[in-house]
């Protein structure tokens, strides 16, 4: 067995409900799950008044140092010291999704290994391993969703 089987089997004790439903229903459940936790995590650390205070003073500091020269070097280290600080809070929601993602990818993985997707529109191929289904599918509904609840 190799590590994730092991994750997979571990996963497997929280997500147990969803083997008694249809795959492709509990892919899908198990996409919407991960990609509201996500969409939460991003908006409480990117989408709160101090973040967007952040930026909008990160696109004033850059409109000053193209009029302003002379003050480059120390509106520059303003500007570093700004963005330092929103790539930590982006750093929390990449740990958070990353380890989500392996979680959601080993139970998948363990449960449902040789299981193939038919799509139902015509491509090169008909059918796709139900693991890049589910990665897809993430995909989609990240996208509609971060629309939908507007989240930055």
């Given amino acids: 067995m190799n590590n994730l089987s092991y994750i997979g089997k571990f996963v497997d004790v929280l997500f147990f409900p969803l083997n008694s439903l249809n795959p492709i229903i509990s892919i899908l459940i198990l996409t919407l799950i991960f990609t509201l936790i996500t969409l939460f995590f991003r908006k409480k650390f990117l989408g709160n008044e101090e ?79 139900i693991i890049y289904f589910y990665i897809i599918l993430t995909f989609i509904i990240s996208t509609v969703l971060t629309k939908l609840l507007e989240v930055s």
């Fill in 51 to 129: 973040i967007k205070n952040l930026r909008k003073e990160m696109d004033e500091i850059r409109e000053r140092i193209l009029k302003n020269r002379e003050k480059e070097e120390e509106l520059f280290n303003r500007l570093m010291k700004l963005n330092a600080t929103i790539f930590k809070q982006t750093f929390k929601i990449l740990v958070v999704s990353l380890v989500i993602g392996i979680l959601c990818l080993s139970w998948i993985q363990y449960n449902y290994s040789g299981n193939y997707v038919k799509l139902p529109i015509s491509f090169p191929f008909q059918n796709i391993q």
